[in-house]
């Protein structure tokens, strides 16, 4: 269910907010119909576990006082809280963001590549891949994981790299071979913020001093696992440094 709810701000103004209470499944399932519809988030505060961002940047000021609901028992613990060490791999350079981003789903339906993506695992599982065009750097490049547009289940991700660069064809039968394990990111509770990186397999590895193309495979880790993101303005990216 979707609701769309009238606030009353600035000596009576009325704006309207959009407040969203879908399953998570259903949300899985409308992914590819939303895509183009994330808008820029405000810069401060950052709304929590909200997926449709409002396009009220003139009273960016007031959305503290406005409500979102998700239906998903999900804390907004931080997740730093639990005293899990965390491996340095803070961004050290400018951010490269995927070029190509497209989900895969075990059985169908065949979607296009896509800004909107996700790994998912409840009654069926969808991996993402991922296509990087990295400009030409002598020094290092470093793998990381942010902003997410929310996370439930194990919150886990698991990074491989791909046999070649994928395709707008791909699909669960017929994509790059799954090569080499990365590392594995945890999500925070709310998906904001960067990822935790429990296992670091070459999450920061040597640049090349040519432009390359380099694919990567995103899969969900235990029997939940539901994380979308926005490849335009978080998720997995690269710096280099």
Not at 25 to 38: K, N, R, T
Request: hydrophobic share 40%; proline share 7%; glycine share 10%.
């Amino acid at each position: 269910m979707t609701r769309l709810q009238e606030c009353r701000v600035d000596g009576g103004k009325r704006i309207n907010s959009l407040s969203v209470s879908l399953n998570i499944d259903i949300f899985f399932a409308i992914l590819p119909s939303i895509q183009g519809q994330l808008l820029q988030p405000p810069p401060l505060p950052r709304i929590l576990l909200t997926f449709i961002y409002l396009p009220i940047s003139t009273h960016s000021h007031l959305l503290p006082t406005m409500k979102f609901t998700l239906i998903a028992t999900i804390s907004i613990l931080s997740t730093l809280a639990s005293g899990m060490t965390v491996l340095d791999i803070s961004r050290r350079g400018p951010v490269i963001r995927p070029s190509f981003g497209k989900m895969v789903w075990e059985g169908g339906p065949f979607t296009e590549p896509m800004n909107a993506i996700g790994v998912y695992r409840g009654a069926k599982t969808a991996v993402v891949l991922l296509g990087f065009i990295l400009p030409a750097c002598t020094g290092h490049c470093t793998i990381s994981f942010s902003d997410a547009i929310f996370a439930a289940g194990s919150r886990k991700l698991q990074l491989f790299t791909t046999g070649r660069y994928p395709s707008r064809w791909d699909d669960w039968d017929h994509r790059p071979y799954r090569d080499v394990h990365k590392g594995t990111f945890l999500v925070p509770v709310t998906g904001l913020g960067p990822a935790i990186a429990e296992e670091d397999f070459g999450l920061t590895f040597q640049c090349s001093s040519n432009i390359t193309n380099r694919g990567f495979e995103v899969v969900p880790v235990g029997g939940t696992d539901y994380v979308p993101w926005d490849i335009t303005r978080g998720g997995l990216s690269i710096t280099c440094s």
